[in-house]
């Protein structure tokens, strides 16, 4: 998971929010008189209904460009519904780790559950969710204290939340981004790789005079949960096929968000579990290839970090790249110190920097700025090891 730098939104947003915002506003006018009149009088408490009964133009600003948390901290309603779209989406991701964590610390499941719910409904914010929305049927506490009573305050406001989304499909619709506007969006960043995988190329071109691209916009929070978000900037990704289509899909976790960080930082491949000796020298591949949680153990980092390793299943699909690797390993161990120290003196005679000949020798600069930048350039980086960057 590579950090996408906004810089590639600042290019579009004008034209963008040009393009959208009357769609937008049309729509809103059509579909608003069949809203409930709880959902108008939320928006309005909110700000995000002027007083003319029409969407707040700031608001909408913020609604297609503008960072999702600084959506959620300006407009009250927005951060609500984010709190409660969480809330009810990830709670069986959640319980899930909470049985894996007892079955591999022999925690009592019972009193573990409990304060695990309670910090769960806590990180969402379930005491302003409940002065606001109020709950007859379940008070946290309860919840808290059994899954049972959990299940029917997520349910509770679940309802909720669909409500909101039934009116939010009717005037937010990805459909209003047209087939050239797509292209400017996945064009502004100018990537070359994705930057969820580092594996696959995004390439532009023209056949017959039309422009393609080779990546979908994947929504980061699926608009089919969060259709508030179906047309935010901050939440449309330029990723390959694969990522998009046979991974993420309409999936949404506990998940390294691109527009907020990376985490090349925090992780790194090794070869791991070696059959023979050579293996390591790259005469084979009888060995497993791993990506390595670096951070400290016990972390939010850590378990983000941990929790998009497995949602993406990157360690899995990386052990198709076994060959490169065993490639690599041949070449650190064919360029032994004094032949680099014997390229290094031709190189520099030649008048060739060092980036340029790590390009030569691994097909990548090693420069760590540029992971993202180049296709398995994290894998390349990590393998070739920190002594052989410093080369020739
Ligand atoms: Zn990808």
Known sequence: ????????????????????????????????????????????????????????????????????????????????????????????????????????????????????????????????????????????????????????LLKAYEAVFEGWNGCLRRFVKYEMIDAGLKIQVKQAFRLEVCPYCNRQYITSFQVSGKQHVTADLDHFYPQSLFPLLALSLYNLVPVCLVCNRMVKKDSFGNIWNPYRAGFSDLVHFEVDDPQNVQALVGSNDEFILKLKNDAPEG?????????????????????????????????????????????????????VSMADANLILYGFEMDKDRIGERILGKLTYDIVGDSRRQHP
């Open 1 to 152: 998971m590579m950090y996408l730098k906004d810089k590639g939104i600042a290019l579009i947003e004008e034209d963008y929010r040009k393009r959208i915002i009357p769609d937008i506003k049309k729509a809103f006018v059509q579909e608003s008189p069949g809203f409930p009149p709880d959902f108008l009088v939320a928006l309005a408490k909110s700000g995000i209904l002027a007083s003319s009964g029409a969407l707040d133009d700031s608001f909408l600003d913020a609604l297609l460009s503008r960072p999702i948390e600084e959506l959620a901290a300006k407009w009250h309603w927005a951060g609500m519904y984010l709190d409660m779209g969480r809330m009810v989406c990830c709670y069986g991701r959640e319980r899930e780790k909470w049985k894996a964590a007892c079955a591999k610390t022999g925690h009592a499941r019972r009193p573990y559950y409990r304060e695990k719910r309670r910090e769960y409904l806590d990180c969402h914010h379930i005491d302003a969710l409940m002065a606001e929305y109020p709950l007859r049927t379940v008070m946290p506490q309860q919840a808290c204290g059994s899954d049972r009573e959990m299940l029917i």
């Open 299 to 351: 972390s939010s980092e850590f378990e983000v970090t941990e929790s998009t390793i497995r949602f993406f299943g990157l360690e899995e699909i990386y052990q198709s790249h076994k060959q490169f690797v065993r490639e690599l390993l041949h070449k650190k161990h064919a360029y032994n110190e004094t032949y680099l120290r014997q390229l290094q003196d031709i190189f520099q005679k030649a008048g």
